[in-house]
């Protein structure tokens, strides 16, 4: 694996490489190795969801390889990794893929000076780089290796330099000591590995106390967010950078940086405020305690504005915070009732934290008093914690703890537990850091419990309104199903119903309320109950629509409807339909031949108050089907109506018209998906004098196959 990666990354060019698994069975991909650059600015995509607008979920999830080259198009297609790393560079991604099978994934990085496209030639590079890393990935499964997420992915050291003979090594020495100023080196990490007695002399600070460190702690002052800006700038764009900055008391220095594989050299000389820097040139002392923190505040503050439940918070906050701050496990906890209410964790066993959920609020508990003072709390050791809160015991096998109030709208709102396997130091400004961060957590916590709060009443509001149950019709065959779409509430006004009127006749009728929101919800009711009024008073179908009309313009919702209207007669076997703006019902004859019902239109519902409704009588034999749907079915970006509802012809016409079922979930399974709702309704007298068989479900969204279903045994005989 390791000499396989190092061989694309090397033969493509590129200066650098992550490499991610795509476990069996899981929707994200995990860092395994990273090459090229540090393992902390790789952190915020350890893990990467299949569905994150990120160039790896891209080509990982369609199987195909993602190219962004440069600032610019990293920004217009990639806006939240762009926001991250805002450098010129080139990223390309690619699936690794065995035989059919997606393994995981490939990012490589190019310097800023790559041409805008890749070549040919690196394309080929790259997909036989990720044949033979998939191929190795498939040889682990099949010895019966797992590949599970890793605790901390690996990282593959540089190629090492040449090694310089003695006397090179004398000579190269005496002549860097002759440079004016100074000069200094960093690994990929950032580390001093080389400090010039000159540098050390500028730096102010003893060449033994360098070497190792990182500057920006090693040397305070230069903790400000600019010059690691400029290291990472060096690192991705592997393009020179330069800055100045003040040593306190008054000695200004600039620093010129020169990036290659194996780190950067550093010429530090002295020069003046108004000497050519960069804009930022006059650099505070005082600030955030790192650079990585302001990008981790945008990262974090991109990827929750996309989050949309509470579970999707929680999910966002252990995928950004965990791997970016070091922490091993993370609780989020909220009031509810006047208990103390666990709302997600990453990290910890659900036996551990079932004991604290329902815990009163007036418990001597870490994280109910930071919900009631809002001030965090920080313990690097547990005789720490166990000191302020003697009642707790080490169960966790945690070495340290942050706990965060969530701050929305000035309160708390409730608290974020990170903890630590490893001791871990709390400074001031870290400390600072995970505050601000929290605040971020706290204000998408409290837009997603609005949220939860209204879909959750959305959804018994639309549950409500659509049958539960469909009647007891002897002599014929129904099933119907609903999926709500895939945006917004989840919720719309599609809406369907099956009216037994007497012995042997029935209405069926099927409609969509213009909106995916509660009020198309509300009127959705509306329509059905109007339409179902109509119907059982024995009103034929151009009469059931245009009394429905009327009410509805004269409740002037500011609403649409499209509807259908069917009457059935199972003693003639015969029906006749009306249409209000509605797409044209199917019609599958006992032979399997299907042709659309050519109905003339009618406006939709709500718009002409005394609008007609023009009614098309056919004959409805034992065998045939009659297929109702709503334009979430057919309906999708590019493709013609005419040709979509063609496709669901031949779908109906290869289903089997004596399990109507079976049928249903062909026709719901090969839907596009859902940005639209989906009603559907099949009705049909069986062949011959079998038993009917009924079917309804309603399927939500984000739980696959959660359905409510009714099945009744035999209906009587076919009244033919």
């Not at 000497?275 to 006059?282: C, K, M, N, Q, R």
């Amino acid at each position: 694996m390791d000499s396989a990666m190092t061989a694309v990354v090397r033969a493509s060019g590129a200066f650098g490489g992550i490499l991610y698994v795509l476990p069996p069975g899981e929707n994200a991909v995990w860092q395994v190795l990273v090459t090229g650059v540090p393992q902390e600015m790789a952190a915020p995509w350890r893990r990467v969801g299949l569905k994150d607008p990120m160039p790896v979920a891209d080509a990982v999830r369609e199987h195909r390889l993602v190219w962004a080259g440069g600032r610019e198009e990293m920004a217009r297609e990639y806006p939240r990794l762009a926001l991250v790393l805002p450098y010129d560079f080139g990223l390309a991604a690619a699936p690794l893929v065995s035989g059919t099978a997606v393994r995981g994934g490939l990012v490589l990085l190019w310097p800023a000076n790559h041409p805008s496209r890749l070549s040919a030639g690196e394309q080929e590079v790259i997909r036989a780089g990720c044949r033979r890393l998939g191929d190795s990935l498939q040889r682990a499964l099949d010895r019966g290796e797992p590949l599970p997420p890793p605790d901390r992915p690996r990282t593959l050291p540089p190629a090492a330099p040449r090694t310089p003979s003695p006397a090179e090594a004398t000579a190269l020495s005496a002549f860097v000591d002759r440079l004016p100023g100074g000069s200094c080196a960093l690994d990929l990490e950032g580390r001093l590995t080389f400090v010039t007695p000159g540098a050390a002399e500028l730096l102010g600070v003893d060449r033994s106390l360098l070497v190792g460190a990182l500057p920006w702690e090693a040397l305070p002052w230069m903790d400000v967010p600019h010059v690691e800006d400029r290291y990472r700038a060096a690192l991705v764009s592997r393009s020179p950078q330069a800055f100045t900055v003040l040593r306190p008391p008054g000695t200004w220095l600039s620093f010129e940086l020169y990036p290659d594989a194996t780190g950067l050299s550093v010429r530090i000389t002295r020069t003046s405020p108004e000497a050519d820097a960069p804009p930022s040139g006059s650099v505070q002392t005082s600030g955030p305690s790192r650079a990585t923190v302001l990008y981790h505040l945008m990262h974090l503050a991109s990827t929750l504005t996309e989050a949309v439940s509470v579970q999707d918070v929680v999910q966002q906050t252990a995928d950004q915070l965990m791997p970016a701050l070091g922490a091993q496990a993370m609780v989020v906890m909220a009031p509810a009732d006047g208990r103390l209410k666990i709302v997600g964790q990453r990290g910890y066993h659900p036996q551990l934290l079932r004991r604290f959920d329902g815990t009163p609020l007036t418990s001597a508990l870490p994280g109910v008093d930071v919900m009631a003072t809002g001030v965090p709390g920080f313990w690097t050791t547990f005789e720490e914690l166990h000191a302020a809160y003697p009642a707790m015991r080490h169960e966790d096998g945690m070495a340290a703890w942050a706990l965060l109030p969530l701050i929305a709208s000035g309160r708390p709102i409730g608290s974020l537990l990170l903890s630590y396997r490893r001791p871990h130091v709390f400074p001031p400004g870290e400390r600072a850091a995970l505050t601000s961060l929290a605040g971020l957590v706290g204000q998408a916590l409290d837009r997603a419990r609005l949220y939860d709060a209204k879909h959750h009443l959305a959804h018994r509001l639309q549950s409500a309104l659509l049958p539960h149950t469909l009647p007891e019709v002897p002599g014929l065959n129904v099933a119907a199903r609903y999926l709500p779409a895939a945006r917004g509430l989840g919720i719309g006004g599609d809406f369907y119903d099956v009216i037994r009127l007497d012995a042997h006749t029935a209405g069926v009728t099927i409609g969509d309320v213009q909106g995916h929101n509660v009020d198309a919800a509300a009127l959705m009711g509306q329509v059905r109950t109007a339409v179902h009024a109509n119907a059982t008073v024995g009103a034929p179908p151009d009469d059931v629509l245009a009394r429905t009309n009327r009410l509805l313009t004269d409740l002037d919702p500011g609403l649409f409807t499209s509807c259908a209207y069917v009457h059935l007669d199972l003693a003639t076997h015969r029906a006749c339909v009306a249409l209000a703006g509605h797409p044209p019902p199917l019609l599958r004859h006992a032979d399997g031949q299907v042709q659309p019902l050519h109905v003339p239109p009618g406006l939709l519902l709500g718009i002409e108050r005394d609008a007609r409704y023009p009614a098309l009588e056919f004959p409805l034999p034992p065998g045939s089907v009659l297929a109702l749907y709503t334009d979430g079915l057919v309906e999708a970006p590019g493709v013609d109506l005419d040709d979509a509802i063609a496709a669901l012809a031949g779908l109906l016409e290869h289903g089997d018209p004596g399990d109507l079922d079976a049928m249903a979930d062909t026709l719901i399974r090969h839907a596009p998906t859902p940005g639209d709702d989906i009603a559907l309704v099949l009705v049909g007298p069986p062949a011959g004098t079998a038993g009917h068989s009924r079917g309804h479900s309603i399927v939500f969204p984000g739980k696959k196959d959660d359905r409510r279903s009714t099945r009744a045994g035999s209906g009587g005989e076919d009244p033919s």
